[in-house]
Every structure is written in C-alpha cells, then in structure tokens.
C-alpha cells in the first residue's frame, strides 16, 4: 500500500512562490497517475492538477499558467511549483494518487494580501 506525505507548505505573500512535495512509500510509484487537490475554508475540496505516470499533465483553469506539477520517479516525489500566488490560494493541500482513495494529510498554503 503506498502512503503519500506532503510537505512545503507554509505563509507567503501575494505575488510569492511556494514549492509543495509529495513524498510516496512504496516501489510501484511510478505506475500510478498522480494529483494536487485543495480545500479552502469552507468550500469543498477541489482538483488542482495532475500527472501521469508518463509524464502528461493537466491543470485547472484557476492555476494554469502558475502551477507546475511534476515528478521525479528516482526520489518517489511528487511535486507543485505555484507561483504568483494570490490569497484565494489558500487551502490545504493534498496529493493523491488518481483513481485510488490514498491521499496524504495536507499541507497548509496561506496567501496574505
């Protein structure tokens, strides 16, 4: 069973960058699709991107052209690159792996004006 750890989170002001990570357990990483969703304070939890095991990636609308997803298979790492961040930004993170219920415990994003 694979298990999913972020990290990276943290406070940053509006315009800033944030490198989120996405550790995983397990060797049969690299044969799952993998993604980013988030939950702001009252609001359901959305998908942000995601990314094949063959490299494809996918973005929401809201963070396209400001979020990188990527991966490195040799670390079992998955990562999200968010710059010019804005304060509706905020939320917990969470990394998955797609099609499966195995997320991680999130990590905190808050973007101050």
Not at 9 to 18: C, D, E, H, R, T
Not at 48 to 69: E, L, P, Q, W
Not at 74 to 101: F, I, Q, W
Request: charged share 20%; aromatic share 10%; net charge positive.
């Amino acid at each position: 069973q694979v298990q999913l750890v972020e990290s990276g989170g943290g406070l940053v002001q509006a315009g800033g960058s944030l490198r989120l990570s996405c550790a995983a357990s397990g060797s049969t990483f690299g044969i799952y699709d993998m993604g980013w969703y988030r939950q702001a304070p009252g609001k359901q939890r959305e998908w942000v991107a995601s990314i094949t095991s063959g490299g494809r990636t996918n973005y929401a609308d809201s963070v396209k052209g400001r979020f990188t997803i990527s991966r490195e298979f040799m670390k079992n790492t998955m990562y999200l690159r968010m710059n010019s961040l804005k304060p509706e930004d905020t939320a917990v993170y969470y990394c998955r792996l797609m099609n499966h219920e195995v997320w991680g415990q999130g990590t905190l994003v808050t973007v101050s004006p």
